[in-house]
């Protein structure tokens, strides 16, 4: 191949790059935007707000923990112990960068107030369920334990057997540290029943999630303990144990007949039955049944948290929450409907369509969350610049075209100063020759080349006219 060919070709090149530079840098400004509007590589770091020492939430978040390591490695998840559901929500609402905020943590739905933490100057107070933290569903249900001495019962009421908060007046009550869901519970429980809010220096005997706290439930420094947990807490199989141990134990289980009039008056409580038996068929413990009131609770994140740690929190939070329990059906959890808080726009999708991320165990899960958020977008994107470059031949064509008639200017002005006479004719011959020698170096396509020779066929008429003028 000859050297002219070859510089023929890269001209031709270097012609069809410039030409569709234009729609290039167009595609890149868009990918640009597509890339920062989607946000598609998540943190890839995680704070997760528990909960109380030998609480449910606590176990939970390291199920959670486990769950998410074994399924997304490289996902960091840092655990924040807490006192409850309320600081939990405080927790959420505090600004990033403070060394103690969280981005994901679990409330209880029954008796908590959504606006903890909210700055009545900055929101809507007539808002119950404001909107700076979503849920990703209802995770599991809890029971609301209330528990009591008998002897201080028998006592006060000359009964070993209550059935009713009111009765216990008088009681040294435990509700648990302040920031957790189950004591605020537990007061407007109280204070549905005109019983005094227990003093601070009785509320810090002893954390009501603590398994101490039953033993001095059963020892009588304590009257009676209102606490919420799932029959998976430690502090509840503790309870368990005292009340089927063959020593007769002086705790009693409150059965609260009218579990059902306090469900019409705090939303997100529901009644529910521990069956007589159920700690101990063969001495038949409890005796009876016993009523209770049992609270939801959700998985909240910030509203902003990246969308893929929301799937991810989805689809472990499937995994951790499907088993049974006395108060819950295999699979009933979780579930997608809003409670203290909206659902989110992703927990919605997720619901309603399911899981349409595939998880691919070969990638890292930003990699593949990059691709899953990304290639709709993109086949966009393409489809859009398909008309677009339909642009691409004619414009092409025009520079090839443009390249040739800008000649014809200063052809046409060589020609009038030949026709005026006022410019010498070595002048003229000297435009004349830089002008057939800048046209010799063009390289146009094959599909030009018939433009090209006319050109150069016009100068070869104007060069034969210069030399007929004496």
Known sequence: MTTSRLRNIFAQGGDLLWTILPLLALLGMLLISVYYWLSPRPPMQLRFATGQANGTYIELAHQYVTDIQEHYPGLKVELIETKGATDNIQRLRMARSAASSAEVAFAQNGGVDARIGLDPAKS????????????????????????????????????????????????????????????????????????PAPPADEVDLSQAMSESMIDKVEAGHIGASLFVASTDAKVVKTLFRKLASST?????????????????????????????????????????????????????????LHPALQNILLETSRRVHKKADLFQKEGEFPIGQPSLFHLSDEAERYFRQGNSTPRRPWLPFWVSNMIDRMWLTLMTVAAALIPISRLIPPFYAWRMRRRIFRWYEDLYRIEEAIDGGQVAHTELQDNLDKLLARVERTRVPLSRTDELYNLRSHITLVQQRLDSVP
Do not use: C
């Open 124 to 195: 809507d107070p007539n808002d119950p369920m404001p909107e700076d933290i979503d849920s990703l569903g209802t995770v599991l249900r809890q029971a609301l334990w209330i528990i009591y001495n008998a002897d201080v019962a028998k006592q006060l009421r000359g009964s070993e057997t209550l059935t009713h908060i009111h009765e216990l007046n008088g009681f040294k009550i435990n509700v648990g540290v302040e920031g957790s869901g189950g004591r605020m519970l537990a007061l407007k429980l109280l204070g549905l029943n005109q019983l």
């Open 248 to 304: 007769p134990s002086k705790i009693r289980l409150l059965n609260l007949v009218d579990a059902e009039a306090y469900t019409h008056v705090i939303p997100h409580l529901s009644r529910a039955v521990l069956p007589s038996g159920i700690i101990h068929l063969g001495r038949e413990i409890p005796t009876t049944e016993i009523a209770l009131l049992t609270s939801t609770t959700s998985l909240i994140v910030r509203e902003d």
